[in-house]
């Protein structure tokens, strides 16, 4: 699907909401910057997964900044009270405000805090900030497209890269259990990659394809705060952003894979022949 440039008065271009979501996620880093260590002690959601209370806080004061700068946009943030398995508001913030917590709970410097715009259904831009590494990435830092259009039927040149699975580095994030078809992913991709890399946040996954740490990645389970940034950043610079059946990604799919064309295909081959 296609988005349309967001103009209008009531309808903000998108270069004005990437300052906005640049001053929201300097609110977070900043605060997160002064926390003390008993706001990284974890526990446990109903689901399994850690969480801090500095996820919850850092939430909040990024909440705070987009709420009074951009009040018409809601805000779907992963610690947000809401509807399991709800469907993503087809214009909205979506915030991840640690992404990697059980790097962060660890005191690994792999984690970051991830806020993406959604318009039309589509990622249309993204602020990504792992604060421990002092390193930010934007949908403002490619030079070839404006801040406030699309590359959707535009001539993007293809980024360079491994074109093929026994060529490339891939990262691979939410893997689960060695019977389970996740597990079964992975095995096959220890098989067939080059190299794996596992390390723990799918937001950096997608910055490392973006930056050439890695030729490609896949996120399983992911949920739409973990990727929507990082999936606007990769596909602003040309690369391909699929699901497991070889689909441009869509919010929901329970597989991203991302890389150059042709790796980015075969890996969602892969994909559909592992995870079933």
């Not at 913030?93 to 984690?111: E, K, S, V």
């Not at 597990?183 to 096959?188: C, F, I, P, V, Y």
């Not at 991709?189 to 390390?199: F, G, I, P, S």
Request: glycine share 12%.
């Amino acid at each position: 699907m296609r988005t349309e440039p967001v103009v209008g008065s009531d309808r903000e271009p998108l270069a004005r909401l990437l300052g906005v979501a640049e001053a929201a996620v300097d609110a977070g880093v900043r605060w997160l910057a002064e926390a003390g260590d008993e706001w990284s002690r974890r526990r446990f959601k109903a689901s399994g997964e850690e969480v801090t209370a500095a996820d919850a806080e850092v939430e909040r004061r990024i909440t705070r900044v987009l709420r009074e700068h951009a009040p018409g946009i809601p805000v779907v943030g992963e610690e947000t009270d809401r509807e399991e398995g709800g469907s993503v508001p087809p214009r909205c913030w979506l915030l991840d405000p640690i992404d990697g917590t059980m790097n962060f709970t660890r005191g690994a410097p792999l984690h970051a805090v991830s806020l993406g715009l959604v318009d039309g259904g589509e990622p249309a831009l993204g602020v990504v900030h792992a604060p421990a590494l002092d390193r930010r990435w934007s949908t403002d830092t490619d030079t070839d497209t404006a801040p406030d259009t699309d590359t959707a039927g535009r001539d993007v040149p293809e980024p360079s890269g491994a074109r093929e699975l026994s060529r490339a580095v891939v990262g691979v994030t939410g893997a689960g259990g060695g019977d389970s078809p996740s597990g079964r992913l992975l095995a096959a991709l220890l098989e067939r990659a080059y190299r794996v890399r596992m390390q723990g946040c799918m937001s950096l996954d997608l910055i490392g394809v973006a930056e050439g740490w890695l030729d490609a990645c896949v996120c399983v389970g992911a949920k739409p705060w973990d990727v929507a940034a990082g999936a606007a950043l990769l596909r602003r610079r040309g690369w391909t952003v699929l699901d497991g059946d070889g689909r441009p990604y869509a919010f929901g799919a329970p597989v991203l894979v991302a890389g150059s064309g042709p790796l980015a295909r075969e890996l969602a081959a892969l994909c559909r022949a592992r995870i079933r």
